[in-house]
């Protein structure tokens, strides 16, 4: 049995955390615009982005509008690329619609928008009775009724039993409220690890708490290990310092993303003759950096090598040269680590560090 939502309400009420997105009057582009920032990322991180990206994009027709480059200008460094595009894509069908939907129906149809995202707009901006099922969500409603099945496997189940607070009339009165309360109580309170049950506004209601297991809930099954794929890179700069980049193809990893030039990826690694066969230019100077760049993608691992060289006079070369400061602002973060190896190497100004730019969990 779910414990009753009046008491998380009045817990809420005292203790809601004062987010930038809240502080708009139910304004659905700026409720989308942090829900799909704060996906595989922190509120702390979202939070300075989510207002640099507004003040460049203060409506969903002025994003509509963008160019796809300013776009993915403005995503760099928060990671998994697909969300920009789909962002952007969403913009274009809401702008040509005049507005969003209002119900979690139409919302789900709009490009880009999946099944949590909808409810999650469609209980935040328009009070629609949906519990959107987050993470937060999950390990709340599995700790409370001591729901010891694992993830992904207990997913349906537990969407089912948090959708059941909505039969409760306080939370139906106030979704927006209810919603937002579940996602503060699993982000301060009860936290993935050494959850503060002593402060829970559901402690005498936790069945997991009760039993001992709540810090052990959600169960999570293996995962399986990801497979490891190669590529090589090159940094290539000119008389004044500048490095060419060029834009990644319009779909897949990092599309339409600025890059380092380079091999495609591949588990199979690159023998010397094949990579520099993608050589941004042919100049006997290429010299192997030390070391290797690692990043973690959703589905595999990544390791790349770099080379770097400088461009002879004259070179005209595909693509487009900035200063080391202006390819890090706009660089993905797996292209920001190729050039944390060119920093420890002292070959660019302003490197970064490589531990700086991983996307953590919400």
């Known amino acids: 049995m779910l414990p009753p939502a009046p008491a998380l309400l009045a817990w809420y009420d005292r203790h809601r955390r004062a987010l930038p997105w809240r502080e708009a009057a139910r304004d659905p582009y700026r409720i989308w615009l942090s829900e799909v920032m704060l996906q595989q990322t922190t509120v702390a991180a979202v939070t300075p982005r989510w207002r640099r990206f507004l003040a460049r994009f203060p409506s969903v027709g002025a994003l509509a509008a ?25 913009a274009r069908a809401v702008a040509e619609r005049g507005g969003f939907p209002d119900t979690v129906e139409g919302l789900r149809a709009l490009p880009g928008i999946g099944a949590y995202t909808a409810a999650a707009i469609g209980a935040i901006a328009f009070d629609r009775p949906v519990v959107p099922l987050d993470g937060n969500v999950e390990r709340v409603t599995a700790r409370l009724l001591a729901i010891e099945e694992p993830l992904p496997g207990a997913r349906p189940r537990l969407a089912a039993l948090a959708q059941g607070w909505m039969e409760q009339a306080a939370a139906r009165e106030r979704p927006a409220d209810f919603v937002q309360a579940l996602f503060d109580l699993g982000a301060t309170i009860c936290t993935p690890r050494n959850p503060a049950c002593a402060l829970c506004p559901w402690r005498d209601f936790c069945l997991g708490q009760r039993a001992g297991i709540a810090a052990g809930l959600p169960r999570k099954a293996p995962r399986a290990a990801r497979p490891l794929k190669r590529g090589v890179h090159f940094l290539l700069t000119d008389a004044a310092g500048r490095i060419l980049l060029r834009r990644r193809p319009p779909t897949g990893l990092l599309g339409g993303m600025l890059g380092l030039p380079g091999t495609p990826w591949r588990e199979e690694g690159w ?27 959703t589905h595999f691992e990544l390791r790349m090598t770099l080379l770097a060289a400088e461009a002879p006079p004259g070179l005209v070369a595909e693509g487009e040269w900035l200063s080391p400061d202006a390819a890090i602002a706009v660089l ?11 920093g420890e190497a002292g070959i660019v100004a302003s490197p970064v560090d490589q531990d700086a730019r991983t996307d953590p969990p919400r």
């Open 66 to 90: 963008a160019p796809w480059e300013a776009v993915a200008e403005e995503w760099a460094g928060l990671g998994y690329y697909a969300r920009a595009r789909n962002l952007h894509a969403c």
């Open 271 to 297: 023998t010397e003759t094949e990579a520099m066969a993608f050589a941004p230019a042919a100049t006997p100077n290429w010299r192997l950096l030390p070391g290797e760049a690692r990043h973690g993608f």
């Open 332 to 342: 993905p973060g797996a292209m920001q680590r190729l050039l944390a190896l060119a």
